[in-house]
Structures are given as structure tokens and as C-alpha cells.
């Protein structure tokens, strides 16, 4: 996947979440917890495009 692709869309998903946090009135924690879940979501996808989710899948313990 190109930076470009990845970059681009960091952006989207950081505006998307700048509007919800902005324009939809929440109570602070629900707040807290959407912001913590896309947050876990987009490491897990970044960690999956660069390559590093995959390799650890092979890891023996």
C-alpha cells in the first residue's frame, strides 16, 4: 500500500473523529471510549500495512 494511501487516510480519520467529537454532544467518557477504540483500530490496521502484525503471527512462545 502506497504512504500516500496510508497518510490520506490518517487524515480522513482524524477529521471524521475531530467532527464526532465537535458536532455530536456525547457524555465524556462514551467520548473517551470511541476515541480510545479507533485509536486501537487504526495502530492495529497501521501495524498490519507495515507489515509488523504479520510477522508476529509466527512468533513461537
Do not use: C, D, E
Not at 485509536?39 to 510477522?55: E, N, P
Amino acid at each position: 500500500m502506497p504512504v500516500l494511501t496510508v497518510v490520506i487516510v490518517l487524515i480522513v480519520v482524524g477529521v471524521l473523529l475531530w467532527l464526532v467529537n465537535t458536532y455530536i454532544p456525547m457524555q465524556r467518557t462514551i467520548k473517551n471510549i470511541l476515541n480510545a477504540v479507533i485509536v486501537i483500530v487504526v495502530v492495529v490496521w497501521l501495524l498490519k500495512v507495515f507489515g509488523v502484525l504479520g510477522s508476529l503471527q509466527h512468533l513461537q512462545i
